[in-house]
């Protein structure tokens, strides 16, 4: 049967392009992988190779024709003896590509991708007869890895120094004892591979513990972060994902200037795919820690290393865990809201404390959790206090603050009294000298100084 | 080594040859249909062809054994026809319809199958290296002996995530076959003026990993090299490198014109080492088929296309909700 020769899509932009020359004449006897002609697409001019066998029945358009549209016929491919007048209409037809689908309803809103709460839920992490211990987050963090190790064979913890070294901050302490070579297991300076290779054993049935000796060094694994670990279970059509966590302390230590201070938190925040916990207290700590390990996506889990060293009370109980996108009431207040988290955390409720001897009631909210982000509770306060001020240790462009003041005004415009401030780092990259330091980060000063502004103080 | 030559051609069975016959055949004629099916703007975006790599895939999987993993790059479709996925599933998801692998949410790229064992389809070159090595680190961490075929170019070859996978892998003593699908071409720039050492099996002696480079273009030599990996591997002697030395016939991708090699260089290789056509040969000389035996199984391949091509157009678009799923799992994915 006589098939049309249609006009190729050469590119992925490509419309229309020039028929720059026919190779073969009507009568001539092609072959497949044939080269019919030469087109000029919007890029290049390419060769058009045949794909069935047969003979040029008729040319339909002249070489040099410019501004030959996709799909049009460009000539007749007979078999052996049969006319070119055989050729049926339809063939056009057939090769025409699927029509527009017809209407359909239209997506769903959102809310789907980023499950938040439709009220605020401000039931206590732990009930108020439940004895408490005070712990450091360093205990914490490690006490939450090791029940779930305990709980599930199928959860590893790797990273660099995490075994016989016991931990370049020392949160691996005593596993590699308890668990073995096997689950606790030293890697190569190859966070690119290590990354990739834990993402490979997720795929694979595996629940990877992936520990970066900070955020800093996973700008070299971030390829595998995002490409690897999020998207898989989108581009699989929920075929397979990857169930793991990767976490290692994030943002400013101390005097180690440029290269090992950023704060990633906007970053991944930023990636649909990717849950993101910045924990501040040691309670926050574990029981966030234990929901990461056993969530079926990739965890980004954003500690910090000024606060490995703190203690805080934890609650004595066999399981202890904390929901993601649950924030935390940490101080009720009245005259402002302060949103902050992780580290963030130590400014804000300092900031209130001073605020309260000057007679202006501060309420602190602690995300906790970034992605999913609880804006139910952000909202909820900023309806009673009217004023906000978000806190947060990473730059100012493109800040987790800068995210919530757009859900602020979207959702909240009506309750504001006042512009929310976005206290952040300085927009400069991490000085080294001790002075400069101080001024790179937030103060408490800055945040007293914000909440005064937005209270008309 | 040196490149070993094919398995003494005698030794080989009727039902064996016409087995890779039959399976190389498939790709080609499916890679030649999603070429045309590309040329009428029914596939969009990128879309990498395997046509004259046929062999290495096919021969590989000959090798591999039941529940063995495989992760290559974006120039995916021969894999997974060869490992068995169907072609109506790999076709409409090249259309980005909802009958395709990933619903049509993948793309030529990106694609998958957990019962296949098929891991991707991955878009960043030298990604699926790791990748695959973690595959082999969980089968070794659960304690069976499945092994993880690792495909990647040879322009993925000069990537720095290889070499700390070679590292961990060999350390680890990690199940993986790393099979370099050596082309000749990273898209438009030869091994010769990407690669100063260009044998880039040797590149596994500073890692203590074994290897050898086998000629990509003849199935039988594929599959015994691969052979030799698998046993290799499965006995637990850590990773193996196939260096495969093919060659593709089209450009990098649809919307390249391959102005960096000659018409006759492509043309050479068609006449002289097309995989398919030896294999033709030695089913026509050794008389284990006629040719009228390979015409009925060109006219059941080409069936089997076109209704891949059919399925590929008339199943419909995902629905928009599709948009909104898959982005979290509600449940842990487990092992097939």
């Known amino acids: ?457 | 080594m040196p490149p070993k030559q094919a398995a003494a051609k005698s030794n080989v069975s009727a039902e064996e040859l016409l087995g890779h016959y039959r399976e190389m055949l498939l790709i080609r004629r499916f890679e030649e249909k999603a070429g045309q099916l590309y040329g009428m703007g029914l596939i969009g975006g990128f879309c990498h062809l395997y046509i004259g790599q046929e062999a290495v895939v096919v021969g590989l999987e000959a090798a591999a054994g039941e529940g063995d993993k495989r992760v290559t790059s974006y120039r995916d479709h021969g894999h997974m026809l060869a490992c068995g996925m169907d072609p109506k599933g790999i076709m409409a998801e090249l259309t980005g319809r909802e009958g395709g692998f990933s619903k049509g949410k993948g793309g030529s790229m990106h694609m998958f199958s957990k019962e296949k064992h098929f891991y991707g389809g991955h878009g960043i070159v030298g990604a699926q290296v790791p990748l695959g090595a973690g595959l082999a680190f969980a089968d070794k961490y659960k304690g069976n002996d499945r092994v993880t075929f690792a495909y990647f170019g040879d322009g993925a070859a000069n990537q720095g995530q290889v070499y700390e996978t070679y590292n961990m892998a060999q350390l680890w003593d990690l199940p993986v076959i790393f099979v370099i699908e050596n082309n000749g071409y990273a898209m438009g720039t030869s091994v010769v003026r990407s690669t100063k050492s260009p044998s880039l099996w040797e590149r596994g002696a500073a890692y203590g990993i074994k290897g050898e480079e086998v000629d990509g273009m003849n199935v039988l030599a594929v599959k015994e090299a691969g052979e030799r990996a698998v046993a290799h591997c499965r006995s637990g002697k850590g990773p193996y490198i196939l260096e495969v030395k093919t060659y593709r016939y089209r450009g990098h991708s649809m919307s390249d014109p391959a102005k960096y090699r000659t018409r006759d260089e492509v043309q050479k290789m068609r006449d002289e080492r097309d995989p398919i056509e030896q294999v033709r040969d030695m089913l026509l000389t050794g008389k284990h088929a006629t040719d009228d035996d390979l015409k009925a199984i060109d006219k059941e391949i080409k069936a089997v296309v076109n209704e891949a091509a059919e399925f590929s157009k008339e199943s419909p678009e995902p629905h928009l909700d599709e948009l909104w799923t898959d982005i979290y799992a509600t449940e842990i994915p487990q092992e097939a």
Request: with cysteine; hydrophobic share 45%.
């Open chain 1, 1 to 457: 049967m006589a098939t049309e020769i249609l006009m190729p899509a050469l590119s992925p932009t490509m419309e229309e392009g020039t028929l720059a020359k026919w190779l073969v004449k009507e009568g001539d006897k092609v072959s497949s992988g044939d080269i019919l002609a030469e087109i000029e697409t919007d890029k290049a001019t390419m060769e058009f190779e045949a794909v069935d066998e047969g003979v040029i029945g008729k040319i339909l358009i002249a070489e040099g024709t410019e501004g030959v549209k996709v799909n049009t016929a460009i000539a007749v491919l007979v078999e052996e003896g049969e006319s070119v007048d055989e050729v049926p209409d339809q063939a056009r037809d057939a090769a025409t590509p699927a029509s527009e689908p017809g209407p359909q309803p239209s997506a769903k809103a959102p809310a789907a991708a980023k499950p938040a709460a439709a009220v605020a839920d401000t039931t206590p992490d732990w009930a108020a007869d439940v004895e408490v211990r005070k712990t450091t987050v360093r205990e914490a963090l490690r006490d939450a890895m090791a029940e779930e190790m305990r709980r599930d064979d199928s959860v590893f913890l790797m990273g660099e120094e995490v075994a016989e070294y016991q931990g370049a901050y020392k949160i691996s302490q005593g596993l590699l004892d308890e668990f073995g070579a096997k689950r606790v297991i030293d890697t190569p300076i190859t966070e690119h591979g290590f990354a990739g290779i834990a993402t490979g054993a997720a795929f694979g049935g595996l629940k990877p513990i992936v520990e970066f000796m900070t955020f800093n060094f996973a700008m070299q694994a971030i390829d595998h972060i995002i490409n690897s670990a999020a998207k898989t279970l989108y581009m699989s059509g929920g075929q397979m994902g990857a169930p793991m966590v990767f976490r290692g302390p994030n943002g400013a230590a101390a005097r180690v200037g440029a290269q090992h201070s950023q704060d990633y938190a906007a970053w991944y925040m930023q990636i649909p795919g990717l849950k993101v916990v910045m924990p501040y207290s040691a309670a926050d700590a574990k029981g966030l820690m234990k929901t990461a390990i056993r969530d079926p996506n990739p965890v980004i889990f954003l500690e910090n290393e000024i606060l490995y060293g703190k203690s805080f009370d934890v609650p004595i109980m066999d399981d202890f865990t904390i929901p993601f996108g649950k924030a935390k009431i940490e101080r009720a207040g009245d005259d402002v809201t302060i949103v902050s988290f992780g580290i963030g955390m130590t400014y804000a409720l300092a900031a209130a404390e001073k605020l309260a001897e000057e007679g202006i009631s501060a309420e602190v909210i602690n995300l906790r959790t970034l992605r999913p982000m609880d804006t139910e509770t952000i909202l909820a306060s900023v309806r009673k206090t009217n004023r906000c001020v978000t806190v947060e240790e990473g730059w100012p462009q493109g800040s987790v603050g800068s995210y919530i003041s757009s859900v602020i005004m979207q959702q909240a415009f009506d309750y504001l009294d006042a512009p929310v401030i976005n206290c952040t780092g300085k927009d400069v990259p991490m000085p080294y000298a001790a002075n400069l330091e101080k001024h790179a980060l937030l103060t408490v000063d800055e945040v007293v100084a914000a909440c005064k502004h937005v209270t008309y103080r």
